[in-house]
């Protein structure tokens, strides 16, 4: 039944899709435009060694902006991720260097529970408190790092204190595939399906596009809030293990100003920041391109600092884009709209 | 064709705001098969029945039976699951998914793992489409579509829920006369199978082309419900405003001086147009209608607030710059507006800086705002008003509505306006203060201010104003000599009924 109606529906909605997948498909075209002309300049940027910095740097990104696109799409927003980071990345640091036979796996689930735990807490501040989410995640931005830097007191977890299995984890590769990339896909593939396939995604779409109307449909809003904060938490925590893996040393400033990178990495790739719209595959892919970019300055031997200003460009230009195309999207729609004339 | 025990009973239900009673002991029957009109007039509680009924407000007292049993709707969601449906005037949907998926939503068909059926979810929307008769694509994205067509897809979604009592709280408000019929047949399809229909609307002739019983409602409280054929129109208005209006209005003659307001060919499209009316000083003009037939819109395009299409606008003989509120304030024009809290006050700051924002430059010195001269004026303009606070000082928030009012009146009264425009002046207050402002009004009239009143509150049109305007979708349908102005013939005019008592 599904396999015979497919056809015809996907024929249909193609001209939409299409304008919809017009993000993408641009961010895709700046990436090859971007690796081309990096790679003319200096071919060493298509290295092994290069492409698979990139990737790691994206991996990691790319677990932050989907939990990020999670929480926006619900019309809200997450700015302590940085922090969560940080404290999972020290948490599972002190853990290993204390307990140096733990598997990974019980590294990656208490880094999530502490990024969870730490989500909840957004999550039930922003339904109870009825404040909004980023009054609520900057407060919790700078307490969550004030605990790091309590606890840590100044001192430095360093890759020779950690197991070598940690650390072989961090770069061991799976068909020359590093695991961080794999796990990340992990991430995107389930987080997407999820969001695209089941209700409790559509639910979160719904609230974002419309809170009142959420409210009348009988959605649980409160609820399904906290869920979205608990999924961006357990995320950062996630991904701060996947920073300890990758790079080994850890201090109390680990994942500082991430919150920033992840929100231009989900803006760029078009998740309205009023929620609603947008895929965590578009926000994946600006964290790739975010990452791509980074890397391509300093092969270009461009000053760092361009980095910033390039990236806030950027964003600029998405959002011009979005207003454009929901200018562009209304008026076709208005035109094909009263069927009664 | 109804059925003979009723689908939903509600019993003595009542519902309070505060100290606004919005709702007190109403009861009234539906029957599966019948579609029963809801009257009253703007505040006669209407609305807060449906929220009650929709799940958003629970009754404070009194019980709904379903099929004979109560149930308790404490949220929509219980509401949805009874089987009950509620078409607001302004549809709920969620613009940024398709048709289909706001038809589903909660209820969306599953495949295999529980994903969403999307094959089917577009199937079942197309078919109930098709079974409404109409043509929108289930693939679309429900922001841009008509009006219209978003009350089809609310429709389409009661249809898809199976829903036993439809709620439409005043649906064709917003539609022309094409969309009226095609809408109508819809109810009428749902009605014969056997949903119990529940219809809001001002306008009398749909009420009897599409309802069996009308149940009326004045000041929250139930009037009579009567099976529709056994009531004249008359009798109808006659029950909704059916009231003593014996409270008194302490009106002073003034003979009306020089025209301070002349409005000429307004026009917003598509809220109103070719509006033409004077004030005059002293005079007081009243602005009278149903809600959304678009008297505040006028008023606040006259302001500036809201910009306008054409048309021009004087005040003492100089046209005014279009969509500048700056330079109405400048040319001597006061509003004080419909939603006190959203728009006439700041809430968290003192009284004394809200008397005195509008005039915030006059009052300082070198650019510094002093204390003193701040105090002193906000005291004096209080004091006239007889506005009871504990100290300047206080937070506006805290202050009763009627107090809050008598805020917003001082802060703009300070400004000795030539021309004052109030919205709904006494909207939520209760009588004691009603009068005082009342009187305010009456002795700002006969200091030559020209006062021009935006109401919803008939006995205060007519005790107030030296002329009325009634508006009906967006343009002046009658204007009215204080002699010539009756309840009858004020709602006549605004309902679009053209029989004289």
């Keep these: ?341 | 064709m109804a059925t003979d025990t009723p689908v939903l009973r509600m019993r003595d239900v009542s519902k309070s705001f505060g100290a606004v009673a919005a709702v007190q002991n109403v009861s009234f029957d539906l029957y599966g098969g019948e579609a029963h009109a809801l009257v009253g007039e703007n505040g006669a509680g209407k609305s807060t029945l449906v929220k009650m009924l929709a799940g958003v407000h629970r009754p404070d007292s009194g019980s709904i039976e379903l099929d004979g049993t109560p149930i308790e709707l404490a949220t929509p969601a219980d509401a949805k699951a009874a089987g009950i449906a509620v078409i607001y005037q302004e549809p709920t949907l969620f613009p940024d998914l398709s048709v289909a998926e706001n038809i589903a939503m909660g209820r969306q068909p599953l495949g295999r793992f529980k994903t969403i059926d999307r094959a089917a979810m577009h199937a079942q929307a197309e078919q109930l489409f098709a079974r409404l008769g109409v043509s929108i694509a289930p693939n679309r994205p429900a922001r841009g579509l008509s009006i219209a067509d978003q009350q089809l897809v609310e429709i389409a979604k009661a249809l898809s829920a199976d829903a036993r009592v439809v709620v439409m709280d005043e649906p064709t408000a917003a539609l022309t006369g094409v969309e009226v019929e095609r809408l109508f047949a819809v109810a009428r399809s749902l009605r014969d199978d056997g949903a119990a229909l529940v219809f809001i609307s001002h306008r009398f002739e749909e009420i009897t082309a599409l309802c069996e019983k009308v149940t009326i409602l004045r000041d929250g409280k139930h009037v009579s419900t009567d099976p529709l054929a056994d009531l004249s129109v008359d009798e109808m208005v006659r029950r909704m405003v059916g009231r003593d209006l014996d409270a008194l209005f302490p009106k002073q003659d003034v003979t009306p001086g020089a025209v301070v307001l002349s409005v000429r060919g307004l026009r917003r499209d598509p809220v109103f147009a070719d509006i033409d009316f004077e004030v005059r000083a002293g005079e007081i003009v009243a602005l009278a209608g149903l809600v959304g037939s678009g008297r505040s819109e006028v008023v606040q395009s006259i302001f500036g607030v809201d910009p306008r299409d054409g048309g021009t606008v004087e005040v003492g003989g100089r046209k005014l710059k279009p969509g500048s509120p700056r330079a109405a304030m400048a040319a001597g024009v006061a509003l004080v507006p419909e939603d006190r809290r959203q728009q006439g006050l700041l809430m968290e700051l003192s009284i004394e800086r809200n008397v005195t924002l509008p005039r915030s430059r006059a009052l300082s010195q070198l650019g510094f705002l002093t204390g003193s001269s701040e105090r002193r004026s906000a005291k004096e303009w209080t004091t006239r008003l007889k506005t009871k606070y504990g100290r300047l000082s206080d937070e506006v928030g805290t202050l009763s509505g009627g107090n809050q009012q008598k805020v917003v009146l001082a802060k703009w009264l300070s400004m000795a306006p030539k021309l004052l425009i109030v919205d709904e002046p006494t909207r939520g207050i209760d009588v004691g203060t009603k009068a005082e402002v009342h009187r305010l009004m009456s002795n700002l009239a006969a200091e030559g201010v020209a006062v021009l009143m935006v109401s919803s509150e008939l006995p205060e049109v007519l005790g107030m104003a030296d002329r009325v305007l009634v508006m009906r979708e967006g343009r002046l349908v009658a204007t009215l000599d204080r002699s010539e102005a009756t309840e009858q013939s004020v709602m006549f005019a605004a309902t679009g009924q053209e029989v004289t008592v």
Excluded at chain 1, 125 to 140: K, Q, S, W
């Design chain 1, 1 to 341: 039944m599904t396999a015979v109606g497919l056809p015809g529906v996907t024929a249909r909605r193609s001209s939409l899709d299409l304008v919809l997948r017009a993000r993408e498909l641009g961010i895709v075209l700046a990436l090859a435009l971007l690796v081309a002309v990096t790679a003319i300049s200096n071919p060493r940027f298509l290295s092994a060694q290069s492409i698979r910095d990139i990737l790691l740097g994206t991996a990691i990104l790319a677990v932050l902006a989907v939990g990020q696109a999670v929480v926006v799409i619900t019309r809200n927003i997450d700015l302590s991720v940085g922090s969560v980071l940080g404290l999972s990345a020290f948490t599972v640091g002190t853990l290993l260097r204390d307990n140096p036979g733990l598997p990974v796996v019980v590294a990656l689930l208490v880094g999530a529970g502490v990024g969870g735990v730490c989500g909840a807490l957004n999550g039930v501040l922003v339904r109870y408190g009825n404040v909004p989410a980023l009054v609520v995640t900057l407060g919790t931005l700078y307490v969550v790092r004030g605990i790091t830097y309590f606890w840590a007191g100044g001192q430095q977890i360093n890759a020779d204190e950690l197991p070598a299995g940690f650390l072989d984890f961090g770069n061991a590769t799976l068909l020359s595939v590093p695991y961080l990339v794999l796990i990340a896909l992990l991430v995107l593939v389930v987080t997407g399906l999820v969001l695209r396939n089941y209700r409790a995604g559509r639910e979160l779409y719904a609230m974002g596009s419309s809170p009142q109307a959420a409210k009348l449909a009988g959605i649980a809003v409160g609820r399904r809030t906290v869920v979205a904060f608990l999924v961006s938490g357990a995320l950062a925590g996630l991904a701060g293990v996947l920073f300890a893996a990758r790079f080994g040393t850890i201090d109390a400033a680990a994942g500082t100003g991430y919150e920033l990178n992840v929100v231009a990495a989900v803006v760029v790739g078009g998740v309205a920041v009023f929620g609603g719209s947008g895929s965590v595959w578009g926000a994946a892919l600006g964290a790739l391109l975010l990452t791509t970019i980074g890397s391509a300055l300093a092969v270009l031997e461009i000053n760092q600092f361009w980095q910033q200003a390039i990236v806030g460009g950027l964003i600029l230009l998405a959002i011009g884009a979005d207003r454009l195309v929901a200018a562009r999207v209304a008026a076709s729609l208005k035109k094909r709209g009263s069927h009664v004339s």
